[in-house]
């Protein structure tokens, strides 16, 4: 029996990805087991998906930065969570707390990064008339989606593709690419 990596989701809204990895974590050798969940959102969906799963967690107003991450900082240590993901997570951590788990924050991106960091990244890829798209799993730095690059996963822009329809089919990747990436990390 592999011991698993005691692991933290973050989240802010519908927590698809976070139920791909809690799916994939079922798995007995899967490297990570989700003890919590924390949402800087009290109205995220994925608040429902941990609480189907029997999964703790917590909500935590993120208005103050500093306070939202000195709390999540207390309830991960008492928890002796010693890895963290980003999923839909919409706020950026600072350095500062970046910096108790060097190497142990990984968010997922959905562009073929380094290219369209940040927001509204469909629509730019479609307004530049784009070829490809994909999605990145990376390590969590203190700047915007920057952190080294762990895996992508690339998918081919249709000449009728509208931003709905290839939002739709990246999250799709993302599902696939975010477990098997955590994988990967602990082989
Ligand atoms: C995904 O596109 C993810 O890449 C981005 O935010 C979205 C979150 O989706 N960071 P979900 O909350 O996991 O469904």
Redesign the pocket.
């Known amino acids: 029996m592999v011991k698993k990596v005691k692991s933290c989701v973050f989240?802010?809204?519908?927590?698809?990805?976070?139920?791909?990895i809690l799916r994939k974590s079922k798995q007995y050798n899967f490297p990570i087991k989700i003890e919590l969940v924390i949402s800087n959102n009290i109205n995220?969906?994925?608040i429902k998906i941990a609480k189907n799963h029997s999964i703790p967690y917590k909500y935590l107003s993120s208005k103050k930065m500093k306070d939202f991450e000195k709390k999540s900082l207390f309830e991960i240590q008492k928890k002796k969570i010693k890895f963290l993901c980003?999923?839909?997570?919409?706020k950026v951590l600072s350095k500062n707390f970046i910096k108790n788990f060097k190497h142990k924050i990984i968010?997922?991106?959905?562009s073929l990064l380094p290219k369209y960091k940040g927001l509204d990244?469909h629509r730019r890829i479609l307004e530049n008339k784009e070829k490809f798209s994909g999605?990145t799993v990376h390590f969590v730095n203190a700047k915007l989606d920057s952190g080294k690059i762990i895996s992508q996963k690339k998918i081919v822009i249709k000449k009728n593709e509208t931003e709905e329809s290839l939002?739709k089919k990246?999250?799709l990747l993302?599902h696939k690419l975010y477990p098997e990436s955590i994988i990967s990390i602990f082989r």
């Open positions: 989240i802010s809204g519908n927590g698809s990805n976070l139920r791909a995220a969906k994925g980003l999923a839909g997570f919409m968010n997922i991106h959905p990244v999605c939002k990246n999250l993302q």
